[in-house]
Each structure stands twice: as structure tokens, then as C-alpha cells.
């Protein structure tokens, strides 16, 4: 079964507006990663978060680690085309076991 | 310095079969780690190599196995292939395992294996 779930399964935003996926785990995380994969391609690494309530930004994106560890969130603000793509959550549990989401498929129109 | 390199790009099999999928890890990188994709789904974990041995498994069967070369690089071999075993299968590669891991993983492009 799913380790980590993640909302929502599709995001479809017009260019210039805010774009949020949120990933939960019914377990306490060590750390969490994001990666995006674009259509065809394989996931790249975004960033990873350790600390409770950590809070980390490149440029438009904004990510979050919940005060539990249980919970991430990735905010984009400001869509633009270039930001297409399939954003994974990945929790790390039991030390070495990365469990991935089902991904937030992002289509930004023009 | 080259990125993680997967071989084959795809592979048609017949159910029953047995397959071996190969990946070169990034240069400098001692931990291999291989996923499952389904279409439109994430990356499952199937299982990790450091330094040549296991040290992490997902909820995959036995018949799914793999092994890591002195040069880092690995394989995943799969046993009697069943329909459902049609998937990308994605190697990544990263400087240390699990926690340590502080840049992430490197993934390859993917092997597209489909089972008929």
C-alpha cells in the first residue's frame, strides 16, 4: 500500500498563479525529499528536509517540513511553462527506505 | 563527470522470463538504489546497495534480486517475469545511503521493461 500519499493527483493552473502539493505520512519521517520529473524524463532532485518545521526556498519554490514530521509541502508561486512536470514527495523511513508519493502532475497554461 | 547510465532504454520479455537490468553509477558515488515506476504512479522502492551490500528493501518478492559490482555499478535481476512486472525501472545513485544522503539521489534515465 501507499506509504506516503500525496494531493492533489493533478493541478492544472493558469500561468501566474500559486501552485501547492502537500505529501503526508501516517509515520514519523527522518528526512524528506522533492523531485521533479518532467513529462518522459526521469525525477531530478529538488532539495531535502531534516529538521521539524524546517522551511526551505529556491527562488519561487517554498518547502516545508511539518512540526511532527509527517507532513511536507511544496509551494511554487508564480507558475510559469518551465515549471511542468510530476512533483514527488520522497520520505525516508527505517533508515535507508525512501517511500515515494504518487506525484502532483502540474500543467501550467499559457 | 558522467550522470547515472541505465542499460537497456527498453526490453520486451515474455512472462515466465528471466531479466537483468544494468546501471553505472555517477562517478564518486558508492550507493545504488533501484525503483519500480508504474505509469502515472511514483517511484516504488524496490531495494539499496552500499559498499557492495544489501541494506535496505522495499515490499518486493524474493525473485527480485540485484548486486553491486566493486566499481559501485549494479544490477537488477528479475525472475520469473509476470505481466505485472511491466514498468520503468529506475536506478539512482548517491554519495552515502539514507540519512547521510544530503544532496539526493541521481537517477538514470530508465530501463522500460514490458512483459507480454
Known amino acids: 500500500g501507499q506509504q506516503v500519499m500525496q494531493i492533489p493527483q493533478y493541478q492544472h493552473v493558469q500561468e501566474g498563479e500559486d501552485f501547492t502539493t502537500y505529501c503526508n505520512s501516517s509515520t514519523t519521517l527522518s528526512n524528506i525529499q522533492w523531485y521533479k520529473q518532467r513529462p518522459g524524463g526521469h525525477p531530478v532532485f529538488l532539495i531535502q528536509l531534516v529538521k521539524s518545521g524546517e522551511v526551505k526556498k529556491q527562488k519561487r519554490l517554498t518547502f516545508q517540513f511539518g512540526e511532527a514530521k509527517k507532513n511536507s509541502s511544496l509551494h511554487i508561486t508564480a507558475t510559469q511553462t518551465t515549471d511542468v512536470g510530476t512533483y514527488f514527495c520522497?520520505?525516508?523511513?527505517?533508515?535507508?527506505?525512501?517511500?515515494f508519493g504518487s506525484g502532483t502532475k502540474l500543467n501550467v497554461k499559457p | 563527470e558522467t550522470g547515472v547510465t541505465q542499460s537497456p532504454t527498453h526490453l520486451i520479455k515474455t512472462r515466465g522470463q528471466q531479466v537483468t537490468l544494468r546501471c553505472s553509477s555517477q562517478?564518486?558515488?558508492?550507493?545504488v538504489s533501484w525503483y519500480q515506476q508504474a505509469l502515472g504512479q511514483g517511484p516504488q522502492f524496490i531495494f539499496q546497495?552500499?559498499?557492495?551490500?544489501?541494506?535496505g528493501r522495499g515490499n518486493f518478492p524474493p525473485r527480485f534480486s540485484g548486486l553491486q559490482f566493486p566499481n559501485y555499478s549494479s544490477e537488477l535481476n528479475v525472475n520469473a517475469l509476470e505481466l505485472d512486472d511491466s514498468a520503468l525501472y529506475l536506478c539512482?545513485?548517491?554519495?552515502?545511503?539514507?540519512?547521510?544522503?544530503?544532496?539526493?539521489?541521481?537517477f538514470g534515465s530508465g530501463t522500460r521493461l514490458t512483459v507480454v
Open positions: 539512482a545513485s548517491s554519495l552515502l545511503p539514507g540519512q547521510l544522503n544530503l544532496h539526493g539521489y541521481t
Open positions: 546497495y552500499y559498499r557492495e551490500e544489501e541494506n
Open positions: 520522497a520520505g525516508l523511513r527505517n533508515f535507508n527506505k525512501f517511500y
Open positions: 562517478s564518486g558515488h558508492n550507493t
